[in-house]
């Protein structure tokens, strides 16, 4: 099976940064992409950032520009710096993967996953 553990989050000012990471691990053949989701309570999970595996990249208009994502896929990580924190990006921070990997004995699928979910608040 396929894991992906996020780590990174916490408190900071406003103005601040912090830096998000994820590490797939399992069989994994190869990375279609990864990137980040985030949720308030109460409110649906919303599209961060993405990464191809090839490097092609996109944001969320509300974060261009102070959120940048890097992806390595050999080593099926991905990161998200995010600089220049608001109030309004505080919610749990997801990690989502499109991977193509073995879940069995000869079953090998491009299935989506996701993490367990960090914390990031950002408050004085």
């Known amino acids: 099976q396929v894991q992906l553990v996020e780590s990174g989050g916490g408190l900071v000012q406003p103005g601040g940064s912090l830096k998000l990471s994820c590490a797939a691990s399992?069989?994994?053949?190869?990375?279609?992409?990864m990137g980040w989701y985030r949720q308030v309570p109460g409110k649906q999970r919303e599209f961060v950032a993405q990464?191809?595996?090839?490097?092609?990249?996109k944001y969320d208009d509300s974060v261009k520009g102070r959120f940048t994502i890097s992806i390595d896929s050999a080593k099926k990580t991905v990161d998200l710096q995010m600089n220049a924190l608001q109030p309004a990006d505080t919610a749990v921070y997801f990690c989502?993967?499109?991977?193509?990997?073995?879940?069995?004995?000869?079953?090998?699928?491009?299935?989506?996953?996701w993490g367990q979910g960090t914390q990031v608040t950002v408050s004085s």
């Open positions: 990464a191809t595996g090839s490097g092609t990249t």
């Open positions: 399992g069989i994994i053949f190869r990375v279609d992409h």
């Open positions: 989502n993967a499109k991977l193509e990997a073995s879940l069995g004995a000869h079953d090998i699928r491009e299935s989506a996953w």
